[in-house]
């Protein structure tokens, strides 16, 4: 049986989930949020830690040691606002030869020298009959990933994978026995600085088309703050519980801006509409900010968006054999589904 530990980095807390991998399918046996060693752990991962820092991950390694969770392989999951993700639809070709492409068309969708660059990819799909098959590539800076991988190793961890929050959900809403999806679906995840928009055919595993808004959650948080005149803290907190259900002023603010990002939306729906002929048939929301934004779809529903659900851990689990322990409770594992996606 293969243990392993997802993690998952947000704003205030780092999480790890222990998933083991049986041969009845998997079990989830903890998840442990403990509080983040840096406030802005992405802004400074690129450099050497502090003496300070370096003080606190000794704690978190010493926290996942009595957990039991320490000297395990780590598989880690980074927001998708660090990483660009690209398709390339290729002819059946060598991995040598795949890198080369990679590398030929990296000026298209790597906004940093690829002398910079730290990428990856996975196949996820092919037609033999066709000769074609399709590339998913994930790309981010050299600086970031080393960082995470010292951090990884200075608590007490080998990190062996790493995904975005999106492309480790792939792999679940792939599985073979995930079969509640509808055919076309649109997987979004937003995050504090910008929102990843996912086109999927579940029916033949493609990520047809990928999207980022450049609005997340700050762009609601700022507008609460400056229209309400109130602090950061209350404004982040009335966007985490939005009050739509009465009309009032909070509903009104909520409602201009979630039309602001809904304009945005619109388009990505329009553009898969033009391209493909048809209109994607639900709506997925992953992430820390899913609850609320499920809440203002809801409330403030447009016939030119789909009708919107959360990707939560009990459906997840339900569709690809996870049981979790008697300690875990399934909706506190909601906004960390991608941390246990990404072990499977």
């Known amino acids: 049986m293969a243990r392993k ?99 030929l068309q990296a000026d298209e969708f790597i906004p940093y020298p690829l002398s910079k660059a730290s990428y990856d990819y996975q196949i996820i799909a092919s037609d033999k009959q066709k000769n074609a098959m399709s590339v998913l590539v994930l790309v981010s800076l050299q600086d970031v990933i080393k960082g995470i991988e010292n951090f990884i190793l200075d608590i007490g961890l080998y990190p062996t994978s790493l995904e975005s929050v999106s492309s480790s959900l792939f792999k679940s809403l792939f599985h073979k026995n995930h079969v509640a999806l509808k055919e076309l679906v649109v997987l979004m995840n937003m995050e504090d600085r910008s929102t990843q928009i996912s086109v999927i055919n579940t029916k033949n595993n493609l990520v047809i088309m990928t999207y980022t808004i450049n609005i997340g959650s700050t762009f609601f948080v700022h507008g609460i703050q400056n229209y309400a005149n109130v602090l950061p803290q209350e404004a982040a907190a009335l966007f985490a519980k939005p009050q739509v259900t009465e009309e009032n002023q909070q509903k009104k603010l909520l409602s201009m801006l979630f039309d602001e990002f809904s304009k945005e939306l619109v388009k990505v729906m329009t553009s898969t509409l033009e391209r493909l002929n048809l209109m994607p048939q639900s709506l997925l929301l992953v992430g820390e900010h899913a609850a609320s934004l499920k809440l203002l779809f809801d409330a403030f529903p447009s016939s030119q968006i789909p009708a919107s659900e959360m990707l939560t851990f009990e459906s997840m689990a339900k569709a690809l054999h996870i049981t979790p322990s008697i300690a875990v409770e399934p909706k506190k594992v909601d906004p960390f589904v991608a941390a246990v996606s990404t072990c499977l």
């Open 5 to 103: 530990v997802g993690i998952i980095i947000e704003q205030k807390t780092i999480t790890f989930v222990d998933v083991t991998d049986t041969t009845g399918g998997y079990q989830l046996s903890k998840v442990l949020s403990v509080p983040m060693p840096s406030p802005n752990f992405y802004d400074s991962i690129d450099k050497a830690p502090t003496e300070e820092l370096v003080k606190e991950r000794n704690i978190v390694r010493d926290t996942l040691t009595k957990e039991g969770l320490g000297d395990r392989e780590a598989y880690f999951v980074i927001p998708d606002y660090l990483a660009s993700m690209q398709i390339l639809n290729l002819p059946i070709i060598t991995d040598k030869e795949i890198v080369s492409a990679i590398e």
